[in-house]
């Protein structure tokens, strides 16, 4: 019987189709697509919020045990850095798009007009995680790896090609721990501007040794162009590379 989410939304039919999992209990299906928004007054028991909880633990599970066994060569520090990115939002997000969740997701209509590019990519992000932890309960361990083996650890070599790219503070973590054993820390070297154009001007340091600076709208983002400017070897008053 072909179903449907709610009333214009794509059958779920079709997702179970494109992601190769059909649902004993569709219930559960329905759950992990539901925003809290539609449910506000039973949310604990009919949003994806605990299914996401649940499907981000075994995400995280299954990529390390594929880390471990697929890079055996690799330091703590360099699959620290790899696992985290995988299992980020981005990618996360980047999967769940590909996968076409928007289209299957419930949500207040009100409210997901009120969301962004980024709150959308987030959505799917937490869609992806709770049909990890919906595919759990519904048909057991195997086929929740299964499913991870599909989506998911297949974008693991391109994540790890582009790491330092991607995640820069991961990858001068690695660079910093093999050579020194310490991991880098970050400080605020300055604030600038207005409360609402504000920008920072932050350190990147391996010790007492600034390796890198870097600027941004936020202590984040310039922290990620502190460890950009120390792996592309932008050393401050000509201080030599910490990284060889």
Request: aromatic residues 6%; negative net charge; glycine residues 10%.
């Amino acid at each position: 019987m072909n179903q449907q989410t709610q009333s214009g939304q794509a059958p779920l039919d079709t997702l179970e189709e494109r992601i190769g999992t059909s649902f004993r209990d569709r219930a559960l299906l329905v759950r992990a697509l539901t925003h809290h928004s539609i449910c506000p007054q039973t949310a604990q028991r009919d949003a994806y919020d605990t299914l996401e909880f649940l499907g981000d633990a075994l995400i995280s599970a299954y990529v390390v045990e594929h880390l471990f066994h697929t890079y055996p060569d690799a330091t703590e520090g360099e699959l620290t850095a790899l696992k985290s990115e995988v299992v980020s939002r981005r990618v996360f997000a980047q999967i769940g798009l590909g996968l076409g969740l928007m289209e299957f997701i419930r949500a207040d209509p009100a409210s997901l007009r009120t969301f962004n590019d980024r709150s959308r990519e987030s959505l799917c992000a937490d869609v992806l995680e709770a049909l990890v932890g919906a595919i759990h309960l519904d048909a057991g361990r195997a086929a929740g790896e299964a499913f991870v083996s599909r989506f998911i650890l297949p974008v693991i070599p391109e994540v790890r090609a582009t790491l330092g790219e991607r995640n820069p503070k991961g990858a001068l973590q690695q660079h910093v721990l093999r050579q020194t054993g310490q991991l880098p820390h970050y400080e605020v070297l300055e604030e600038r501007g207005e409360s609402n154009d504000r920008s920072y001007l932050v350190g990147v340091y391996a010790g007492d040794r600034l390796l890198g600076r870097g600027e941004g709208s936020s202590i984040k983002a310039a922290g990620r162009e502190a460890a950009r400017a120390a792996l592309a070897g932008e050393f401050p008053d000509g201080a030599g590379p910490v990284i060889e």
